[in-house]
């Protein structure tokens, strides 16, 4: 499965996202509600016991060239793994100027006092979906990897997995779930993008736009 082309043209873009809107509005709001549960199923689950060679860690946006509380989350859990396991490796996902990936690597050495060479990079990709196709490649001869974000991001990541052919067991950064107006913020938010990606690549092959199928990750 190769690449996705992901510099989506702003025209391309808008198309997208209308059939999500007259989903959303035919609906009248019924299928957010019904990508809301999905995402809150999800989040509220019970970490999965899990151990394999290799453990995956979504990036998130930096904040003035550092990782977020968001993304500081995750690499605290993953650093809770690592020094666990010690055969255990990490790939970090996340691209950008800095890289989230490399802030996320400075991070764990800094303040976790992890051994670089426990860490590999994925420092090209633009969003969720990218990540999981780059880290599709980088991986190919790993079995029973796991991916690792936060409670509101994992049930996005489970239909974006799916999509780039990656098997993965998916864990939560937070020990336990929490039901804040935050978590409920977020997750309405995550709902909307799962609707705007699967609502957009449907109509991508209803109406045979390879290109926008191409941007969408196939």
Same mark, same amino acid.
């Given at each position: 499965?190769?690449?996705?082309?992901?510099?989506?043209?702003?025209? #391309?873009?808008?198309?997208?996202?209308?059939?999500?809107?007259?989903?959303?509005?035919?609906?009248?709001?019924?299928?957010?509600?019904?990508?809301?549960?999905?995402?809150?199923?999800?989040?509220?689950?019970?970490? !999965? #016991?899990?151990?394999?060679?290799?453990?995956? =860690?979504?990036?998130?946006?930096?904040?003035?060239?550092?990782?977020?509380?968001?993304?500081?989350?995750?690499?605290?859990?993953?650093?809770?793994?690592?020094?666990? #396991?010690?055969?255990?490796?990490?790939?970090? /996902?996340?691209?950008?100027?800095?890289?989230? %990936?490399?802030?996320?690597?400075?991070? /764990? =050495?800094?303040?976790? #006092? =992890?051994? !670089?060479?426990?860490?590999?990079?994925?420092?090209?990709?633009?969003?969720?979906?990218?990540?999981?196709?780059? %880290?599709?490649?980088?991986?190919?001869?790993?079995?029973?990897?796991?991916?690792?974000?936060?409670?509101?991001?994992?049930?996005?990541?489970?239909?974006?997995?799916?999509?780039?052919?990656?098997?993965?067991?998916?864990?939560?950064?937070? !020990?336990?779930?929490?039901?804040?107006?935050?978590?409920?913020?977020?997750?309405?938010?995550? %709902?909307?993008?799962?609707?705007?990606?699967?609502?957009?690549?449907?109509?991508?092959?209803?109406?045979?736009?390879?290109?926008?199928?191409?941007? /969408?990750?196939?």
């Amino acid at each position: 499965m190769q690449r996705p082309q992901r510099d989506i043209a702003t025209a #391309d873009l808008i198309e997208s996202m209308l059939p999500g809107l007259l989903v959303l509005i035919c609906s009248a709001g019924l299928a957010w509600l019904l990508a809301w549960v999905w995402v809150w199923v999800h989040a509220l689950r019970r970490s !999965p #016991d899990w151990s394999g060679p290799l453990l995956m =860690v979504c990036g998130h946006q930096l904040v003035e060239g550092q990782p977020s509380p968001d993304y500081r989350a995750r690499l605290a859990a993953a650093a809770d793994r690592l020094a666990a #396991d010690p055969a255990l490796e990490l790939l970090l /996902l996340g691209g950008g100027e800095p890289s989230e %990936a490399g802030a996320g690597r400075d991070w /764990l =050495v800094a303040h976790r #006092d =992890v051994d !670089p060479s426990r860490i590999a990079l994925e420092e090209e990709s633009v969003d969720s979906l990218e990540n999981l196709y780059l %880290a599709r490649a980088l991986i190919a001869d790993r079995s029973n990897p796991g991916l690792l974000s936060s409670r509101y991001h994992l049930g996005r990541l489970a239909v974006l997995a799916r999509q780039a052919g990656l098997e993965v067991c998916l864990l939560p950064a937070e !020990p336990r779930p929490v039901v804040d107006a935050a978590q409920i913020r977020r997750t309405a938010m995550e %709902a909307i993008y799962l609707i705007w990606f699967l609502c957009g690549r449907f109509w991508a092959r209803l109406a045979r736009r390879p290109r926008l199928l191409a941007q /969408l990750g196939e």
